[in-house]
């Protein structure tokens, strides 16, 4: 078998005679290396978690003091000053003044010291919201990568497949040709060249197929792995048999459910709803906050009496803040949270049934591509004989053109077969993997 992968893969390597100059040749880790490098889809994912990690620091900042700068100008309307005379010195000492133009400055300090655990619940919903973009991210990864797997052998056997149905034409428009010249000396009816350029035609409609499904493919190669529509591609396999699966299914659905990227951000989701339940219902419970600050002013209303002159002041607190009555807004919130929690339970529980399924499918699609091999291998060896045989009988003057060319086209197709069950073993290899979290 690994004689007729390294054969196969040369086949597909340097049957096109090489790639040509500026041609981009890939394997596939290539192809998925670039196309995980170049997907719009993973950057976008990759913002959302960078806009998530914001939202974490952002939470953690809300537990920590907050120091501002606060500057203001307030002009007023002229007022009669008041004044009052001085026992000692029978003169008016100005009480409040009129001072129209009001010029204000103050250092802020505010620190919320307890919410009785709201804080901390957000920031480990934030954190867990992160967390679960994260692990999309890694899921998109998978996904892509299945993809660019389905798209590369594609691009191999639509390439196989117009190789195969190429070579078939060529052989059967040169067996037209003998047919003619035979008929020219009345050595075959005529129906026998009909049916044969009937044949030629069917196989001009299946190059035409093959051709269509083999750009189709190519298309969409390039597109993934962030190539120009018209760039020069040329793929490079190697057709060797994976590896049979030795873990049982049970075992499999087991290590897919650890390892699923999916699965884990639904149960981190969970925990999030979990603490955004927890941070609804803490906004029932007071809030105590320290609070500071230094104040210079013209005039300081905290100096009496009054004056037009800068004076400064200071001031700490301690505030309590207690919502006690909100007529049902944190019961509505802390509900909505435990019903988002409750959804997403749901839907672990249906990935979980349906991860099952899909881990023992990809197991048997396994299993059936890798039997499918040895019976194309041997259908490979019968075709090659069968060729043979009636190459002898030919020239013995047994056997037709017909029957050579029947016995070319199906040692060809034999071929493209057992390119197809190796590939497909290969596809069904990758799914199993992408179902398992790998």
Not at 81 to 102: C, E, G, H, K, M
Not at 388 to 417: H, I, K, M, N
Request: glycine share 6%; aromatic share 6%; proline share 5%.
């Amino acid at each position: 078998m690994k004689r007729i992968a390294t054969t196969l893969s040369l086949v597909l390597a340097l049957g096109a005679g090489g790639p040509a100059f500026g041609q981009t040749v890939l394997t596939l880790p290539e192809a998925i290396e670039r196309g995980l490098a170049a997907s719009h889809r993973l950057a976008e994912i990759e913002a959302r978690r960078t806009g998530a990690e914001a939202a974490v620091a952002g939470r953690e900042a809300t537990s920590r003091p907050q120091v501002s700068a606060q500057a203001g100008y307030m002009r007023t309307n002229h007022v009669t000053a008041f004044a009052i005379p001085s026992p000692a010195t029978q003169r008016l000492i100005v009480v409040y003044p009129d001072v129209p133009d009001n010029f204000r400055t103050r250092l802020d300090f505010q620190w919320p010291i307890f919410t009785f655990g709201r804080t901390d619940a957000l920031e480990r919903a934030a954190r867990a919201e992160a967390k679960a973009v994260g692990l999309d991210l890694q899921a998109a990864r998978n996904d892509l990568k299945l993809e660019i797997t389905r798209a590369f052998w594609a691009v191999v056997t639509g390439n196989e497949s117009v190789r195969v149905v190429t070579a078939s034409l060529d052989r059967m428009e040169s067996a037209l040709n003998d047919m003619r010249n035979r008929l020219k000396v009345g050595l075959v009816p005529p129906n026998d060249v009909l049916s044969m350029e009937a044949q030629r035609s069917r196989q001009q409609v299946l190059l035409i197929q093959a051709r269509n499904a083999y750009d189709v493919a190519l298309a969409d190669l390039r597109r993934l792995v962030g190539l120009d529509p018209d760039a020069p591609l040329q793929v490079s396999a190697v057709f060797e048999p994976p590896a049979p699966a030795q873990v049982p299914p049970p075992a499999l659905v087991r290590a897919a459910r650890e390892a699923r990227p999916e699965r884990q951000a639904l149960s981190s989701r969970i925990e999030g709803a979990g603490d955004q339940r927890e941070a609804a219902a803490a906004s029932r419970r007071p809030i105590i906050a320290l609070g500071a600050g230094v104040d210079y002013a013209r005039p300081n209303t905290r100096i009496f009496p009054r004056a037009p002159d800068w004076n400064e002041s200071w001031d700490v607190s301690v505030n309590f803040a207690w919502n006690f009555l909100d007529f049902g807004r944190a019961s509505a919130e802390t509900a909505q949270a435990a019903a988002g929690q409750l959804a997403l339970r749901r839907r672990l529980d249906e990935f979980d049934s349906v991860l099952d399924l899909e881990v023992r499918q990809r197991r048997i699609d396994l299993d059936s591509a890798l039997a499918s091999i040895p019976a194309a291998s041997d259908a490979v060896r019968s075709a090659t004989e069968a060729r043979r045989v009636v190459a002898e009988r030919f020239a013995a003057g047994v056997a037709t053109s017909t029957e050579v060319l029947d016995a070319q086209v199906a040692l060809l197709q034999a071929e493209l077969d057992r390119t197809l069950a190796i590939a497909g073993a290969r596809l069904a290899e990758a799914r199993l993997e992408r179902a398992l979290g790998r």
